[in-house]
């Protein structure tokens, strides 16, 4: 009885090459692109670093925010928008309204989450470089900046 011929090699003839994957295909964006070919995905520049927007739909929206060391984010809320954080690396101070209207302060670290509805005052501070992935509805242009440490308080400036 003959043995079974598989994908890989045998114990017998070990210079058997095992197929290699394809080739991706070439990119047709040219070399100083700064958005993925074939893609929505887009990189938006920031004072306290860059987020980029991963998928925008008429129903939600992603995106990963990267605050630099000693950054923060405007002090905000949402008339509309309701999101979720969850800190991929780094350390985060995470500043959140309270019903008294003090705000309370939490770190995060990787691996740890909150979510911030409608209407909720907060703000994100970089203890260390930090990663974030944020979930929401799409209204991504939907921000009252309180204080801004970037001049742009009142408006919805990037």
Same mark, same amino acid.
């Given at each position: 009885?003959?043995?079974?011929?598989?994908?890989?090699?045998?114990?017998?003839?070990?210079?058997?090459?095992?197929?290699?994957?394809? /080739? !991706?295909a070439e990119s047709t964006a040219p070399p100083d692109s700064t958005e993925p070919p074939d893609s929505t995905e887009r990189r938006v520049? /920031? !004072?306290?670093?860059?987020?980029?927007?991963w998928v925008q739909t008429d129903r939600f929206a992603g995106k990963v925010l990267v605050i630099e060391a000693g950054k923060r984010l405007s002090l905000q809320l949402h008339e509309h928008k309701d999101e979720a954080i969850r800190v991929i690396s780094g350390r985060l101070r995470l500043y959140l309204g309270k019903p008294d209207g003090t705000l309370g302060t939490m770190e995060l670290g990787p691996g740890e989450s909150r979510r911030i509805p409608v209407g909720m005052v907060h703000r994100f501070e970089a203890i260390e470089r930090c990663e974030l992935i944020e979930v929401s509805t799409p209204e991504l242009d939907d921000v009252i900046r309180l204080e801004d440490d970037y001049g742009r308080q009142g408006t919805t400036a990037p």
């Open positions: 009885m003959m043995p079974e011929s598989g994908p890989g090699p045998s114990s017998s003839d070990a210079s058997t090459e095992r197929a290699k994957p394809a /080739k !991706p520049v /920031k !004072p306290w670093g860059h987020e980029l927007i």
